[in-house]
């Protein structure tokens, strides 16, 4: 589980100095610069509890929900590349075996899910994969951005359900970067909000959510 992420000086711009002499072809350099800019509510330094099963990341149009999980999926991601320079766009606290990243769904080649509406074949495609998960033994930190993308609202509350299920099971954890209330409602998750400046990070118990939604 990651217990903690800290918002590292690279966050807010990459120094292309750093890299200099360091073979990190120009591909890899833009990959990574492409997710580091300033947002206002994460400075650096800043640190973040995420002792959670399911940490729910909340925040207006453009305060930096998809880029602070991003980040963080890139971050997974370097420890498989030793040999390249780590950027220090954010750091954390703790171990996990697989860092996944679900962003988007595309029906591709499979017919049975051309057939659908976006939405039907969002919320098929999510709860398979939430199945095809269900029984490894690895610890796996499962990242999502707004799930509730093209979900009608009568399927909402049946969508926060399946995907809290599946985050208390043993060996996982998610992140869920959203703009869905029904996630502020789940026992024993911790919410980050990136509306407060500097972002806080409250377990759902003390969190104020009437207040939040006023």
């Keep these: 589980m990651i217990t903690s992420i800290r918002i590292g000086q690279e ?3 990459l120094d292309p100095r750093k890299y200099e002499g360091n073979r990190v ?3 890899f350099y833009e990959t990574l610069a492409k997710y580091c800019y300033p ?19 909340i925040g207006d149009n453009g305060a930096g929900k998809s880029t602070l999980l991003l980040n963080l999926f890139q971050q997974l991601q370097q420890r498989y590349f030793r040999a390249i320079p780590k950027p220090d766009y954010l750091s954390y606290e ?4 697989t860092p996944s990243l679900l962003e988007r769904t595309e029906a591709g080649k499979d017919k049975r899910l051309q057939k659908l509406s976006d939405g039907e074949r969002r919320a098929t495609m999510l709860y398979e994969y939430l199945d095809e998960i269900k029984d490894r ?3 796996w930190a499962i990242l999502i951005d707004q799930p509730e993308n093209d979900i009608s609202l009568r399927r909402r509350k049946d ?11 043993p060996n996982r954890q998610f992140f869920i970067a959203t703009h869905e209330p029904g996630f502020l409602y789940v026992p024993g998750s911790v919410i980050i909000n990136l509306d407060e400046s ?12 009437d207040k939040y939604l006023s």
């Design 25 to 27: 072809d120009i591909f």
């Design 137 to 139: 033994p690895k610890s």
């Design 94 to 97: 703790g171990e996990i075996d």
């Design 198 to 209: 500097p972002a806080t990070s409250t377990p759902q118990e003390r969190f104020d959510v």
């Design 39 to 57: 947002v206002p509510s994460l400075p650096t330094g800043l640190e973040l509890n995420t002792s959670s099963n399911l940490v729910t990341i």
């Design 159 to 169: 969508l926060v359900r399946r995907i809290t299920e599946a985050a208390f099971m």
């Design 11 to 13: 966050f807010g711009g």
